[in-house]
């Protein structure tokens, strides 16, 4: 341990940076007492620079301990100042802001929905939902809009299946969201093109410029996502087979694609040389083009990580150090966290950095069990061990985040990973020769119809491994979400299995068994102790939707709309009509739960001449202005009202 940490300064830079983030994020600490524990950290540096000579080997750990604390200051302080921007802080009601477009305007089925920021009266982020319209569709990034409308924050629909959107959305670094009719909004004239609102522009132009190609739309949707990180177009379908077939890593920007395209860049420059200045003019080369890569591919965090991490690679090779090192990847997580501590918390920061370091370590030792003699089995066999080292380093987060996980991902990965190396290299032509179609000469044409078909062959086949994939039988495991403990439990058995076949030592195996017994012992106490099937009314917009929930996974039955539902403890009477105000009662009937549905004249005095209900439910098909008129209704009787709308779903236990 102590020989890693002497070969990777930056991993020892990183820690408190980490550390940091974690407990600003986690702890209920103040800010306001972080700035006392940085200036200690920087009295602690400067003290150990007046410690007498003799004795400063052995105080060595002082300016170690004082950067520590210096280094989680400022990580905490930023933190709390990226939280600080990403909290919603808006009027009540309708209101005028000015804001920029700063994305491509992303066409929904009912609306257009736009990343702004505001600069009056608050300077956020927000998202837009303009309604569609000619003038909707033709804004661009940098656009100033003045609109009016009430900004709500983002909000989950408390479902016990539920993504935290709320928390996703804060970590992209967005306040709330808007629809805003065509009436309330307008173009200002003015614009403001900064560079990132740039790099979108750029993205657009190049978005029409594949258009050319004349490509079918999946075609079209699938090389816009591989190269420039943009899959609005990409169906839930295709998506979705991405995903059983645990290639989805494919249709995000990240370091395989932007590994590529250095590849690919580098080549063009081989010319060069592999020596002196000109091996130095290279290197500089491809990271200024890698660099305009990034600003035409959006500037995407993915695309932002990977240049930046690359860029580190480059300057390493013309210092003539290591290749790609551990260094080098905790001196790139190290600068992106301190930019943007919300990095730490983004699943694809996650995966990405987590599948490099299983790379770095995996990938030596699984390379060295076997030896191939032929070139191209070599080949196959160097592919077959980053495809594996890098699943085993990320299987354990994908289970913790998606509660799912591809079982033919190795087959998958094996065939669409050097097809989407041969999709980009055949890119490049068919990019250049589209470029020179203005000099209408024939033989240009014919090589970009030669490129076009080629294009198309390639990406057809991926697609169609892809889809096979995903038909197989069991081809993918579904509902097995890890906690935080045992996802680390399954990451050290990889580490200890791989390394008892290297060493052959017994420990290792003897370590890696009992972290397994500790993972099923884990296994079955969560099972034990899972929550008992449960009747949910779930939050679903404009839709009434009833179900049981079990096993983390929803289950449908036919359930009567006007009538009593089936629960063995409680009385749950659900209404969906007016046919009830057909019948008097001398007493009322003492329910434990009234559901009502769909119907927008329901009165709360007619309903409780009938019904005594220790709770009213409203579900989501619920008209708004009804629902807000029977809240007013209940509040005045004194009767308990859930929304579910408003409250999130709710949830009766058997």
């Not at 551990?326 to 918390?345: G, M």
Request: with cysteine; glycine share 6%; proline share 6%.
């Amino acid at each position: 341990m102590h020989s890693f940490i002497g070969r990777t300064p930056f991993f020892r830079l990183l820690l408190p940076v980490v550390v940091g983030i974690l407990a600003a994020a986690l702890l209920p600490c103040k800010a306001i007492y972080m700035p006392l524990i940085g200036l200690i950290g920087l009295l602690v540096m400067l003290s150990s620079f007046f410690i007498k000579e003799k004795q400063r080997y052995r105080s060595r750990w002082l300016f170690g301990a004082g950067l520590f604390l210096f280094l989680f200051t400022i990580a905490n302080l930023q933190y709390h100042e990226k939280e600080k921007g990403s909290y919603p802080s808006f009027q009540d009601d309708n209101h005028y802001y000015v804001g920029t477009v700063l994305n491509i305007p992303e066409v929904k089925p009912r609306s257009i929905a736009c990343h702004i920021k505001t600069t009056y009266p608050v300077k956020k982020q927000v998202v837009l939902y303009l309604q569609q319209d000619d003038e909707a569709r033709t804004l661009l990034p940098g656009d100033e809009l003045l609109f009016q409308g009430k900004i709500e924050p983002f909000r989950n629909f408390g479902n016990p299946d539920d993504f935290d959107y709320a928390g996703f959305m804060k970590i992209k670094g967005f306040s709330g969201s808007a629809f805003i009719p065509e009436s309330r909004w307008h173009r200002t004239g003015r614009q403001h093109i900064t560079l990132p609102v740039l790099s979108q522009r750029c993205r657009a132009k190049t978005l029409d410029f594949y258009r050319s190609f004349q490509l079918d739309p999946d075609a079209y949707a699938f090389i816009t996502a591989i190269t420039l990180g943009y899959k609005s177009y990409l169906s839930d379908d295709l998506q979705e087979a991405f995903r059983a077939s645990g290639t989805a890593h494919v249709l995000a920007v990240s370091g395989l694609h932007v590994g590529i395209i250095y590849l690919v860049i580098n080549f063009l420059f081989s010319f060069l040389g592999n020596h002196g200045k000109r091996f130095v003019i290279r290197q500089l080369l491809v990271i200024l083009i890698l660099w305009g890569y990034a600003l035409v591919a959006g500037m995407s965090a993915p695309v932002i990580r990977a240049a930046f991490m690359l860029t580190i690679y480059g300057v390493g090779r013309i210092q003539k150090r290591a290749g790609f090192s551990y260094n080098t990847l905790a001196a790139a997580a190290f600068f992106l966290l301190i930019s943007n501590p919300f990095n730490l918390f983004d699943v694809s920061f996650q995966m990405s950095f987590v599948a490099v370091c299983a790379i770095l370590f995996f990938q030596p030792k699984i390379r060295r069990l076997f030896t191939p003699k032929g070139k191209i089995s070599r080949y196959i066999w160097n592919l077959s061990t980053v495809s594996l080292s890098a699943q085993l380093g990320v299987f354990p987060l994908v289970l913790y985040h998606f509660g799912s996980f591809p079982t033919y991902f190795f087959i998958a990965n094996l065939l669409v990973v050097p097809l989407l190396s041969l999709v980009i290299h055949a890119a490049v032509p068919l990019i250049a020769a589209s470029l020179l179609t203005p000099l209408n000469a024939p033989a240009i044409a014919q090589l970009e119809g030669i490129f076009q078909w080629v294009l198309k062959t390639l990406i057809e086949c991926i697609l169609q491994v892809v889809y096979i994939t995903e038909t197989l039988p069991y081809a993918q495991l579904t509902d097995k979400y890890l906690s935080v403990f045992q996802s680390l439990l399954l990451l050290l058995f990889a580490y200890l299995i791989v390394q008892f076949f290297v060493t052959r030592r017994p420990r290792p195996l003897v370590t890696a068994l009992a972290a397994t017994l500790i993972f099923l012992t884990t296994t079955l106490h969560d099972q034990w102790t899972s929550p008992p099937p449960q009747l949910v009314v779930f939050n679903s917009p404009s839709i009434s939707e009833v179900g049981f929930y079990d096993n983390n996974r929803r289950h449908y039955m036919e359930l009567p709309s006007n009538g009593l539902l089936p629960h063995p403890k409680k009385s749950i009477l659900r209404l969906s009509d007016e046919t009830v105000y057909g019948y008097h009662s001398e007493e009322p009937l003492p329910l434990d739960i009234l559901l009502l549905s769909h119907y927008k004249n329901f009165s709360i005095d007619s309903l409780l001449c009938l019904f005594d209900p220790q709770v009213i439910v409203l579900d989501s098909s619920i008209p708004p202005y009804t629902a807000r008129r029977l809240s007013t209704e209940c509040c005045a009787k004194g009767v308990i009202l859930h929304d579910v709308s408003l409250d999130g779903a709710y949830s009766i236990f058997f």
